[in-house]
């Protein structure tokens, strides 16, 4: 019996001569799926690969050998003695000599000036002139009125150093922004007690007191205000109690801010916040004194927290009826140590204790020594995030870099470049640079593209793509290699059958 | 058939590989950090604290998780960090789950005594939210404009960070979600990235998982201390059920950091050695561990509150009764007596002292050198290639 049985009239086909398993057909077919394997190489890579712009590497490094110089030309007027500015000029070099690190990036040059006749032919843009002239020190705009005499010449020297390079707590100065904002909070810590401070003149006292401040710090910063009266601002702690009202220890101070119960500035914006807050101790609680680290009562009732903002505590006195306006004697008070706070926290120098000054906010020696501090803070901290960002490119592989970082560092570069430019013109464009290098310096290091993909083992992808890949690739490369040498072999047959 | 046997060749050989591919792949970069930064002696001078807690899990089984960040972030806040410094990722399904028999509270121990969730919680990334992606731009800052302060991580060279992370995790990993996972590696390089940018000045890093210690033996970044629940190839175990709540409700590591933390208040001496020497292997139930290498501070000279407190020092200005604007003379140290917490002299000496604990730990923790690491994955690579050709080949000519 016959193993298969076919209708009457039919015939069995050969497989091979089936229109699609001719060879041609199947080779055809076999081959139109590797040319789409290979057409979509390209395209695979295209879409897999991270985009990896080059970074102008050596630009960045060579740019982070450069530092800051500022020529600082100090003029000598009306000296009796023609031996008095060579004096200085040694005593000066000393002074950089012993303290190289906070002299860093000045160029110091001391000029004589006889009867209005500059010695030198060349102006220059800011120098600072020291004017001899007996009495006490006074300090005005650019100028300084000193009683220049042989002996006085050291003391002269140290006071130029305190005004030029003046020292500087690092740890309580908040780092440098071009935007702050400063909040000013009333806090009444329990009003139902009674006796309250219900509100104050804020604005007038800001532009009292510190309005002339602000605009004098213009150059540097652009200040936003915001201010708020609250009427329940428990302490986290109860007070030390003393024979008369209560005490606040030094450790009391470091816990003073309950930031888990006041709400102390609004978050409309991720510019850094400074805060100033007058505390007015609960009726109960009054009067409430700060302590000296031997328990006694001092008279201070301010004090600072280092880069975060300043608390002043008022009294109210006993009899002062309830639920009024803060008393213009205290907004006064309270506001010259919010000035001074503002200041120590900006990193404002203050003037050589024995000084007088005529200026009514900041003298230039100020303000320059400022700007000379946060332009050379700045460009360092642009140089480091510049080579920063050139590491991490370089050490993490999978870390993209698109075009708007490279924009960003490239126009951080050129905002250096401008800034070592103008260095010895304008100081208020060295800073303006300097801070538009950092700030586009960190835009590049902060951009959301730089996200690297995550980390993944290569047993993992392994593990992942071979029973993704293999199962579809085998058939079709065993296929290949079985219809390759079914050709080589009839290749062989036909050359065989020739001969 | 003919298939699926090289697939299970294949898998058998990358989880083979799996098993000894421990090869940490920044060692010369810790040599370079040890030789520049290591033990450079410099003591805590940082002005802000700030707190990032990770619950990576979901789910209503995962309750305690949430319990432990929770706790976590009650302790931060207790302690004094503000809640615009604390960073809280949280599922945060539990509190409001269907299931939960006591809606809007999570309790972390079985009497229920102190509800967790309470009236004040802030929590910044919250649901869907918390994946391994924000994580990481929280932690490098790289941000869109558009996102919100409350959700940034805004620190800067003077900040002390706590970085807390709980979940389900294992070798080198932790899981975020059930979905995605985050690797000791992107850990290490954020990091790193946060250092390069000086976006810390020390970091705290806690972890209670399986495996946990795994997680920070990457870390090539100086200033960090890091501490795990359980070391390689050991669970961490959950601490006890509640009968009403009906799962478990906290992660024995965490209970007894937790429970440690009780005792502390703003003000507190404690240091990072008393917190580590608390730890009770018996109670835990695993190995917790302790990486200090990095760490330039002797353990026993670092306060708890360095990390989970508010503000270190505080100068109190001498009184001031000007009527009009005018500049203050003198901002200078004679007239401001400063109080810190940490007095200067003691910060003289801990500058000068050898570096004990980090000395020490470094045998334990430290460079697991492996210098043929690289040569090692271009073998395993080939290797895989070779395999695949015989495989193909034997597919091919096989028959």
């Keep these: 019996m016959p193993p298969h049985i076919h209708p009457e009239g039919t015939t069995l086909r050969d497989p091979s001569k089936l229109f699609h398993q001719t060879d041609y057909i199947r080779r055809l077919i076999i081959a139109s799926y590797w040319v789409i394997i290979i057409l979509a190489i390209p395209l695979w890579w295209q879409t897999t690969s991270i985009e990896r712009l080059s970074l102008p590497t050596s630009r960045v490094h060579a740019q982070a050998e450069n530092k800051l110089r500022f020529p600082v030309h100090i003029k000598l007027e009306s000296v009796q003695d023609a031996s008095l500015p060579s004096a200085l000029r040694h005593l000066l070099q000393d002074r950089i000599r012993r303290s190289p690190q906070a002299w860093k990036g000045l160029d110091v040059r001391v000029r004589e000036v006889r009867d209005g006749q500059d010695v030198d032919a060349v102006e220059p843009a800011d120098s600072y002139t020291i004017k001899a002239d007996d009495g006490i020190p006074l300090v005005s705009q650019r100028q300084l009125t000193y009683p220049v005499r042989g002996g006085t010449l050291p003391i002269l020297a140290d006071a130029l150093a305190s005004l030029l390079v003046p020292p500087i707590d690092a740890h309580r100065v908040a780092q440098y922004s071009p935007r702050y904002r400063l909040?000013?909070?009333?806090?009444?810590?329990?009003a139902a007690a009674g006796k309250s401070i219900s509100g104050w003149d804020i604005s007038g006292a800001i532009s009292r007191h510190l309005s002339p401040?602000?605009?004098?710090?213009?150059v540097l910063h652009n200040f936003t205000i915001e201010s708020q009266v609250q009427f329940h601002a428990p302490l986290a702690f109860s007070p030390t109690r003393l024979d008369k009202g209560y005490g606040l220890t030094p450790e009391d101070l470091t816990v003073f801010v309950n930031s888990a119960e006041w709400s102390l500035s609004s978050s409309v914006s991720n510019d850094p916040v400074l805060h100033f807050i007058v505390f007015i101790p609960s009726a109960s609680r009054r009067p409430l004194q700060i302590l000296d680290a031997h328990g006694l009562p001092s008279s201070s009732d301010a004090f600072l927290l280092p880069q975060w903002g300043g608390i002043v505590i008022y009294n109210p006195p006993p009899e002062l009826d309830a639920h009024v306006q803060l008393p213009s004697s205290a907004l006064n008070a309270v506001f010259s140590a919010f000035a001074n706070q503002l200041l120590a926290l900006l990193g404002v120098p203050g003037l050589p204790r024995e000084m007088r000054t005529d200026a009514s906010v900041l003298t230039g020696w100020q303000l320059d020594a400022l700007l000379r501090r946060r332009a050379l803070e700045n460009a360092e901290g642009a140089q480091d995030t510049l080579e920063s960002i050139v590491k991490l490119v370089d050490q993490i592989e999978n870390m993209p870099v698109g075009q708007d970082v490279r924009g960003d560092v490239q126009d951080a570069l050129t905002a250096l470049d401008k800034m070592y430019a103008s260095a010895s013109a304008s100081l208020n464009e060295t800073l303006r640079q300097s801070a538009d290098a950092l700030t586009l310096a960190s835009r590049a290091f902060f951009n959301p593209g730089m996200?690297?993909?995550?980390?993944?083992?290569?047993?993992?992808?392994?593990?992942?793509?071979?029973?993704?890949?293999?199962?579809?690739?085998i058939p079709l490369i065993a296929a290949a290699i079985r219809e390759v040498s079914v050709w080589r072999k009839q290749r062989r047959e036909a050359a065989q059958a020739l001969e | 058939m003919l298939l699926s046997i090289p697939h299970l060749i294949l898998l058998l050989f990358s989880w083979s590989w799996g098993i000894h591919a421990a090869s940490p792949s920044h060692e010369e970069i810790v040599g370079d950090?040890?030789?520049?930064?290591?033990?450079?002696?410099?003591?805590?001078?940082?002005?802000?604290?700030?707190?990032?807690?990770?619950?990576?899990?979901?789910?209503?089984?995962?309750?305690?998780?949430?319990?432990?960040?929770?706790?976590?972030?009650?302790?931060?806040?207790?302690?004094?960090?503000?809640?615009?410094?604390?960073?809280?990722?949280?599922?945060?399904?539990?509190?409001?789950?269907a299931r939960n028999k006591f809606p809007g509270s999570v309790y972390a121990n079985p009497g229920r005594g102190l509800d967790l969730y309470g009236d004040n919680i802030e929590v910044d990334y919250r649901g869907y939210e918390v994946t391994v992606e924000n994580f990481i731009r929280v932690l490098t800052g790289r941000m869109e404009p558009s996102v919100p302060r409350s959700k940034r991580l805004l620190t800067d060279a003077r900040s002390n960070v706590f970085v807390y992370m709980t979940g389900h995790g294992g070798n080198e990993f932790l899981k975020f979600?059930?979905?995605?996972?985050?690797?000791?590696?992107?850990i290490a390089d954020a990091f790193e990235q946060m250092w390069q940018k000086r976006r810390y000045n020390e970091i705290f890093f806690m972890i209670d998982t399986c495996q946990a210690n795994t997680m920070y033996s990457k870390f090539y970044s100086p200033n960090i201390l890091a501490t795990g629940s359980s070391k390689m190839d050991q669970n961490s175990y959950s601490y006890e059920n509640d009968n009403d709540i009906g799962v478990a409700v906290i992660d024995r590591y965490t209970h007894y950091v937790l429970e440690y933390m009780e005792r502390i208040n703003k003000t507190s001496h404690e240091t990072m050695r008393d917190l580590f020497d608390s730890y009770d292997r018996d109670k835990i139930g695993s190995d917790p561990g302790v990486r200090a290498d990095l760490f330039p501070r002797p353990l026993d000279e670092v306060r708890i509150t360095d990390f989970f407190g508010g503000v270190a020092q505080v100068e109190v200005q001498p009184p001031c009764v000007a009527e009009d604007v005018s500049l203050p003379g003198d901002f200078s140290s004679e007239g401001d007596v400063s109080l810190s917490n940490d007095s200067s002299s003691e910060d003289q000496q801990s500058a000068q002292s050898p570096v004990h604990a980090g000395g020490k730990a470094a045998g334990a923790?430290?460079?697991?050198?492996?210098?043929?690491?690289?040569?090692?994955?271009?073998?395993?690579?080939?290797?895989?290639?070779?395999?695949?050709?015989?495989?193909?080949?034997?597919?091919?000519?096989?028959?």
């Design chain 1, 451 to 473: 996200l690297a993909l995550l980390y993944f083992p290569a047993e993992h992808n392994f593990a992942v793509y071979t029973p993704l890949f293999a199962s579809a690739m």
């Design chain 1, 213 to 218: 401040i602000l605009s004098g710090l213009s």
């Design chain 2, 365 to 399: 923790w430290g460079q697991s050198t492996d210098r043929g690491s690289d040569g090692w994955r271009g073998t395993r690579a080939w290797g895989g290639i070779l395999l695949l050709a015989a495989l193909v080949g034997w597919a091919g000519w096989g028959k």
């Design chain 2, 33 to 97: 950090f040890f030789n520049k930064n290591g033990h450079a002696g410099s003591t805590s001078n940082h002005t802000n604290n700030w707190a990032v807690l990770v619950c990576a899990s979901r789910y209503w089984f995962n309750y305690r998780h949430m319990a432990n960040a929770l706790g976590m972030y009650r302790t931060v806040k207790r302690l004094g960090i503000p809640d615009s410094n604390i960073i809280l990722m949280l599922a945060d399904d539990a509190a409001c789950n």
């Design chain 2, 177 to 186: 979600q059930d979905n995605e996972e985050i690797s000791a590696f992107d």
């Design chain 1, 183 to 190: 909040a000013f909070t009333l806090l009444n810590e329990d």
